[in-house]
């Protein structure tokens, strides 16, 4: 054997060696990348299968509260409330039209009882709007506050103020206070029967 021989047969060895072990690399490489890729796949849809899992139990437990929180009325209740609302309109009719003051405190009467009336709807869907969340701005609620309080305190002062007999003044009084109940009874009445009638008709489409 020669000495270039002996020379180049070490270095013939790590040769072959160095791109045997780039081909052992190139072929590890793919199945380690594909088995990562596999794992990422599969760990995205276990994510979304949870979270998919998650977002019906949210859905679930939410008509679960709603149907506990809103009780449907039954129609003696919804009868009364009317009924109710409209002996407190009649009685207050009565009373403005045999009022024995003069035409102007009754035409003053009868603004304040309407004002009192609107602002008493208003009052009551403002605080059902925002029971659970804010849906109105602070300054529509000072609006809201300042309305109720103004015609309760105008038409407290109109009928305080008007020279006729206390029994008069009594009977207005109190069929006044009798719309504004009355009138708060029915507003609610009526906002449940809707929501109710929302969350029956959610629940018709889901299914």
Same mark, same amino acid.
């Given at each position: 054997m020669s000495a270039s021989t002996?020379?180049?047969?070490?270095?013939?060895?790590?040769? %072959?060696?160095?791109?045997?072990?780039?081909? $052992?690399?190139? %072929? !590890? &490489?793919?199945?380690?990348?594909? %088995?990562?890729? &596999?794992? %990422?796949?599969?760990?995205?849809i276990e994510t979304k299968r949870s *979270?998919?899992?998650? &977002?019906?139990?949210?859905?679930? #437990?939410? &008509?679960?509260?709603?149907?506990?929180?809103?009780?449907?009325? !039954?129609k003696a209740w919804g009868a009364q409330v009317w009924i109710?609302?409209?002996?407190? =309109?009649? =009685?207050? $009719?009565?009373? @403005? /039209?045999? =009022?024995?003051g003069a035409d102007l405190d009754r035409a003053f009467m009868v603004m304040g009882y309407f004002?009192? =009336?609107? !602002? /008493?709807?208003? @009052?009551?869907?403002?605080v059902r709007d925002n029971a659970q969340r804010k849906a109105d701005t602070p300054l529509f609620g000072a609006v809201v506050y300042v309305a109720f309080a103004a015609a309760i305190a105008l038409t407290s002062w109109g009928l305080y103020r008007m020279a006729i007999p206390e029994s008069y003044k009594a009977y207005l009084l109190v069929s006044w206070l009798y719309l504004i109940t009355t009138t708060? !009874?029915?507003? #609610?009445t009526l906002r449940d029967r809707h929501e109710i009638a929302v969350l029956e008709a959610r629940e /018709?489409? *889901?299914e």
């Amino acid at each position: 054997m020669s000495a270039s021989t002996l020379q180049s047969t070490p270095f013939s060895a790590m040769r %072959q060696s160095a791109a045997e072990g780039a081909v $052992a690399h190139s %072929q !590890t &490489r793919p199945a380690s990348g594909n %088995q990562e890729h &596999r794992e %990422q796949h599969e760990a995205a849809i276990e994510t979304k299968r949870s *979270s998919s899992v998650e &977002r019906g139990y949210r859905e679930e #437990k939410r &008509r679960i509260v709603e149907k506990s929180f809103f009780l449907k009325d !039954t129609k003696a209740w919804g009868a009364q409330v009317w009924i109710s609302f409209g002996i407190s =309109l009649f =009685l207050c $009719a009565v009373g @403005l /039209a045999y =009022l024995p003051g003069a035409d102007l405190d009754r035409a003053f009467m009868v603004m304040g009882y309407f004002f009192c =009336l609107s !602002t /008493a709807f208003v @009052l009551s869907k403002f605080v059902r709007d925002n029971a659970q969340r804010k849906a109105d701005t602070p300054l529509f609620g000072a609006v809201v506050y300042v309305a109720f309080a103004a015609a309760i305190a105008l038409t407290s002062w109109g009928l305080y103020r008007m020279a006729i007999p206390e029994s008069y003044k009594a009977y207005l009084l109190v069929s006044w206070l009798y719309l504004i109940t009355t009138t708060f !009874t029915l507003a #609610k009445t009526l906002r449940d029967r809707h929501e109710i009638a929302v969350l029956e008709a959610r629940e /018709a489409r *889901s299914e």
